[in-house]
């Protein structure tokens, strides 16, 4: 070193990078023990964690609901009489299109 002047030359950076030696790695990290299940935590962007809640929601309200159970009722057909039925009078046919329009 020259004096106050802090620079190094090409020689004395040389000898320094010679000597200098690497910092130790740390110790390896060991596998996450089963523990790891309950104190652990994963990262997830919110999109993604809003959409899992409001599946998770969706599907309590529908396992929640009553289900409706259609049975069919079987008639022997010897039982059917067709003795008290007519022709129609009239016959005025409607075409339904949607369920809120006018008929």
């Known amino acids: ?6 620079r190094l030359n090409d020689e004395e950076l040389d000898q320094v990078l010679r000597s200098w030696r690497a910092p130790v790695a740390p110790p390896i990290v060991h596998r996450p023990r089963w523990w ?10 919110v999109p993604v964690a809003v959409c899992l809640v409001l599946l998770v ?3 309590f309200v529908v396992m929640g609901r009553p289900r ?3 049975r069919e009722v079987l ?6 009489s067709f003795q008290g039925l007519q022709p129609v009078d009239e ?3 409607r075409i339904i299109r949607r369920k809120d329009a006018e008929n």
Do not use: C, K
Not at 1 to 6: A, I, L, P, S, Y
Not at 75 to 80: E, Y
């Open 75 to 80: 008639v022997p057909m010897s039982s059917i």
């Open 36 to 45: 790891y299940w309950f104190t652990g935590s994963i990262r997830v962007p």
């Open 91 to 93: 016959l005025r046919p």
């Open 68 to 70: 409706v159970v259609y």
């Open 1 to 6: 070193m020259h004096g106050n002047d802090d």
């Open 57 to 59: 929601v969706a599907g």
